[in-house]
């Protein structure tokens, strides 16, 4: 596609329930990001792969969050019994590989927990 | 670890006013430094970048950052504000060589940009 594709845009959940969030990276681009923005909390960096490797996954909260990527495309982050805290908005980035530092971001998936 | 601090959350300034966003950056080793933006209901996206090829770099939309080691700054200028320039600013760092965190991309708190008429 053109751009970063995220989805959905909007879910809002129940405590205690999973969720995961979609994220379909520009054709060709090896790296592939995951942020999470709260406000006035900036960006919190999460995990981001090079292909289907993860190098870093030192920003995952806690052992709720996972993240993967297969066929160095499609990345799905996933939230285990979420809590309220969790309430935020999930971007997603890609980058022609992560030595460039010049990510392309989608718009994010807002998510509310009750 | 690299980092970036950002000071101040919010600058006002009239539309016509010189525009300038602080930040600074900690770093063992030459970094390499990005602004971002992030318009009302858009996704963000790069403004410019800083890789050690020179000092002064110039983005879009009129926007300059300027590297001062000395300094450890790496702050954001426009030298005329325009009302479509409010936004939400964020300076970056990029992680150091070698490491698992070589990607990573650290981001600041960010600075909202208000521009008055």
Known sequence: GAGVSQSPSNKVTEKGKDVELRCDPISGHTALYWYRQSLGQGLEFLIYFQGNSAPDKSGLPSDRFS???????????????????????????SSLDSYTGELFFGEG?????? | AQSVTQLGSHVSVSEGALVLLRCNYSSSVPPYLFWYVQYPNQGLQLLLKYTSAATLVKGINGFEAEFKKSETSFHLTKPSAHMSDAAEYFCAVRGNAGGTSYGKLTFGQGTILTVHP
């Open chain 1, 67 to 93: 993240a993967e990527r297969t066929g160095g495309s499609v990345s799905t982050l996933t939230i285990q019994r979420t809590q309220q805290e969790d309430s935020a908005v999930y971007l997603c980035a």
């Open chain 1, 109 to 114: 998936s807002r998510l509310t927990v009750l």
